[in-house]
């Protein structure tokens, strides 16, 4: 099963911006459909961004939409997620994810592959 690093979180100022990372070893992720997913302190675990192959497939949860941006190198199995004019309420843990199938998905379960999370705090 494919294992899944983020790297790229840490501390930034409100308007900021911030590119995570999601890294796959033991396998590629490039057949199947990716994702990002947030937790903040107290809250679930929340949609953020998916897609398959195309960029054009790319959807987003309503908070971020037009501020950030999923991507992913299919030559180096690597996933981004490009956040911009970021805002307090974007802090908390992201996680990157691999969907059982090359499809978009904002449900939680579809994913069958999790990384273990880097942390985006937004100061004020």
């Known amino acids: 099963q494919v294992q899944l690093v983020e790297s790229g979180g840490g501390l930034v100022q409100v308007g900021g911006s911030l590119r995570l990372s999601c890294t796959a070893s033991g396998g590629t992720f490039s057949n199947y459909g990716v994702g990002w997913f947030r937790q903040a302190p107290g809250k679930e675990r929340e949609f953020v961004a998916a897609?398959?192959?195309?960029?054009?497939?790319?959807v987003y949860g309503d908070s971020v939409k037009g501020r950030f941006a999923i991507s992913r190198d299919l030559n180096r199995n690597i996933l981004y997620l490009q956040m911009n004019s970021l805002k307090p309420e974007d802090t908390a843990v992201y996680f990157c994810?691999?969907?059982?199938?090359?499809?978009?998905?904002?449900?939680?379960?579809?994913?069958?592959?999790w990384g273990q999370g880097t942390q985006v705090t937004v100061s004020s």
């Open positions: 994810a691999v969907n059982r199938k090359l499809a978009v998905s904002r449900a939680q379960a579809q994913y069958i592959s």
């Open positions: 897609m398959s192959w195309s960029p054009d497939s790319a």
